[in-house]
């Protein structure tokens, strides 16, 4: 456990990836459709407002913490392997305390994001009848799913973003390349299947069914997948130069 704790230690010594960044990008992104929001108030009579508050619902300005927090799952692999390693820390241990890091980093931004979820709710969208935290992919209906939602879609972009690290470190760009190919040509296969049996419509209503929580429960497959896969590729990566 010693170790373990050690491993996440030394990730938080850069304090600015994993607690900061994210967090400034993600108010950014918040003032900015703040600003929007206040110029549609203003500018459009009693009915297109109504019509953009409910446009908003759409929002996807959430991506910007969940696309640093990917970022920031690169960076884990990349920056901090090679550097843990040379203070004796063992694959095991460095995979072990970097999955643990990257859940209990999703769990306590989720427990931020449900909370501003639901003040932007009690505040009837800051006021402004805006959806940023209860976008429709987010909004679960109660505290403790909307903060599954964000929980799981957290640890999907930092395991996703740990994928990428760490066949770029095992297998250097070619690694990345073939990797990117491999997505490339599933989700060409996969289109392929859905439009060539016309099964598009039934997809959508599976998704609709499922709510968001269904989808973020299914997302933890793909999720699971991705951190086994990372430690196959991880056991004998080579920190290089």
């Not at 993600?26 to 549609?40: E, P």
């Not at 300005?61 to 990349?78: F, R, T, Y």
């Not at 392997?81 to 999955?99: A, H, K």
Request: charge should be positive; proline fraction near 3%.
């Amino acid at each position: 456990m010693d170790r373990i704790s050690k491993v996440v230690r030394l990730h938080l010594t850069s304090t600015w990836a994993y607690l900061a960044l994210p967090w400034i990008i993600l108010g950014s992104a918040f003032a900015i459709t703040l600003a929007i929001w206040l110029i549609l108030a203003a500018s459009l009579p009693a009915e297109g407002g109504l019509a953009a508050s409910d446009g908003t619902q759409y929002n996807g300005a959430m991506l910007s913490i969940l696309i640093s927090l990917l970022v920031a799952g690169v960076g884990a692999i990349n920056f901090s392997f090679p550097f843990q390693l040379g203070f004796g820390v063992t694959r095991r241990d460095f995979w072990i305390g970097t999955s643990v890091l990257f859940v209990g980093l999703a769990a306590c931004n989720a427990v931020l994001l449900a909370l501003l979820a639901a003040i932007e709710t009690w505040t009837n969208g800051w006021g402004l009848g805006g959806h940023l935290f209860t976008a429709v992919w987010f909004d679960a209906g109660t505290w403790l799913g909307t903060w599954f939602v964000f929980f799981a879609a957290q640890a999907y972009f930092m395991f996703t973003g740990a994928l990428f690290g760490t066949f770029y470190m095992r297998w250097r760009m070619n690694g990345l390349v073939a990797l990117w190919v491999a997505i490339g040509v599933l989700t060409v296969g996969a289109v392929g299947v859905l439009t060539w049996t016309q099964t598009w419509p039934d997809l959508g209503r599976w998704f609709v069914d499922l709510g968001p929580v269904g989808v973020a429960a299914w997302s933890l497959v793909p999720t699971a997948a991705f951190a086994g896969v990372s430690w196959l590729a991880l056991r004998r990566a080579t920190p290089k130069g």
